[in-house]
């Protein structure tokens, strides 16, 4: 799941405005166009979305001088996908969305977007292939073409207090292994538990797969592989997460849960972190966000509290990290009236000097290599803390499949974590059952 709106006990709203300025392609005309953009809620602040429109418009603006009405609609996560689906699945024009990296397939299946494969290579100026980090450009592919641009994402680590490390005795570089990370909690509860407070943060809620996936990967394991021999379709994605990576990465689970650290079904983005009743917790790029930073006296002091590792713990020092990044996809819906010109939005929306201060001011990362790795790194830098540690982390990211099936398939491994969570199953039993649900969910027939 990409990034989530922070805030909890918020009332939702669906925030709709409309606003103008001038823009027209090659002539004036007393018909003005509208867009209808629809955007998930980004983050904490509401209107987000509108504030990065407002910035590309005003290019248009400065460019063309005519006009154009653009209606905004923005709706909470949790109705996004839902609601979106029902606007253009009932033929309601909307030119611009945004899409979860993870509904892609879902919503291409039903052929709710439009194809961008050649808009991408002969009406962009950009080489989407090479100017993008390489997962961030695959994750807007389904079937073999291109249906959305990944226009910011996230990742995971590693955040802990430093004091309450230091009260315990536990070196952080300790959590960088599995070994060192259950043996640091095991001396982070003895210390800190007489004072209600948790060594160790362990995601039970429903989100629980996104933690357990980097675990897979780092062994080389992966969630879904191509098999031949599909009953309809020859050749099609079948469960791998029951391999042998699969099962060390859930025993590790299981070793947690042994050694007393507690699978938390609530969860607040970091906020209980922030709120100091964990010790360690690994969770989203976007945790800063939860101590408010104005400036870089604001980031000096949360480094000085808390510290970072741009990694999950790996099996042993030196094997091959690996982490999770969500982020939304600028798509155009197949019921647009106007592609070429929510296409161009679009490319002015990703454009570096217009999309990194919105990154910045949002503590969103950046999918395109420019960004990321550009002249814009100081400063950025200057006020978002581990800046730098959290852009070296985007290169071994891993995204999830944007297959339509995805949805039921992770709710299965969420399952099957929780059976070993709460003792129901061991990880083998827990894998196999999970991967049995899903391949007939895939319509793989069973033996």
């Known amino acids: 799941m990409s990034r989530p709106v922070l805030t909890t006990g918020y009332v939702i709203l669906v ?17 003005k166009t509208t867009l209808s953009i629809l955007f998930n809620q980004i983050g904490p602040h509401p209107n987000a979305g509108r504030v990065l429109i407002d910035h590309a418009l005003d290019v248009l603006k400065n460019e063309t001088g005519a006009v154009i009405n653009v209606k905004y609609l923005e709706y909470p996560y949790n109705s996004t ?47 989407g292939q090479a100017d993008w980090y390489f997962e961030n450009w695959e994750g807007g592919k389904s079937q073999g073409k291109i ?52 060594g160790v943060h362990l995601t039970g809620a429903g989100h629980s797969p996104d933690l357990w996936y980097p675990y897979l990967w780092m062994q080389g394991g992966n969630i879904m592989e191509l098999k031949t021999g599909h009953p309809t379709k020859g050749t099609y994605w079948f469960p791998a997460f029951n391999s042998s990576a699969g099962l060390k990465a859930l025993s590790f689970i299981q070793d947690q849960v042994n050694a007393g650290i507690k699978p938390q079904k609530e969860h607040y983005w970091g906020k209980e972190f922030i709120d100091r009743k964990f010790a360690v917790m690994i969770e989203g790029s976007w945790l800063p966000t939860q101590k408010p930073i104005q400036n870089s ?18 099996p042993v020092e030196g094997n091959q990290n690996s982490t999770l990044m969500g982020g939304w996809e600028f798509s155009i819906p197949s019921t647009s009236l106007h592609k070429a010109l929510a296409w161009k939005l679009i490319t002015i929306m990703l454009e570096p000097n217009i999309l990194t201060p919105w990154l910045a001011e949002n ?5 395109q290599i420019a960004i990321g790795e550009g002249g814009s790194r100081p400063h950025t830098s200057a006020y978002i803390p581990y800046y730098g540690k959290m852009i070296s982390a985007i290169p071994f990211g891993g995204a999830r499949p944007n297959i339509p099936e995805y949805p039921e398939i992770a709710q299965y491994i969420k399952e099957a974590l929780d059976a070993v969570y709460y003792g129901t199953k061991n990880p083998k039993e827990a894998l196999d059952d999970a991967a049995t649900k899903s391949a007939a969910i895939l319509g793989w027939k069973s033996k």
């Open 147 to 198: 249906y959305g641009i990944w226009a910011w994402t996230d990742i995971r680590g590693i955040w802990y207090w430093k004091d309450m490390l230091d009260e315990a005795g536990v070196d952080p570089n300790s959590l960088k292994t599995w070994d060192g990370y259950i043996a640091s909690a095991k001396k982070l509860n003895s210390v800190l538990h007489p004072k209600g407070i948790e």
């Open 81 to 127: 996908r839902s609601e979106t689906m029902r606007l253009i699945s009932n033929q309601t024009p909307i030119d611009i969305i945004t899409v979860d990296q993870i509904w892609l397939g879902e919503f291409v299946q039903k052929e709710l977007l439009t194809d961008l494969t050649n808009y991408t290579t002969q009406r962009w100026n950009r080489n």
């Open 297 to 314: 006296g604001d980031r000096i002091e949360f480094e000085k509290q808390i510290g970072f590792l741009p990694m999950f713990p790996v």
């Open 15 to 31: 925030i709709i405005f409309v606003f103008s300025v001038n823009f027209v392609f090659g002539t004036q005309d007393d018909n």
């Open 363 to 367: 503590g969103f990362l950046p999918t």
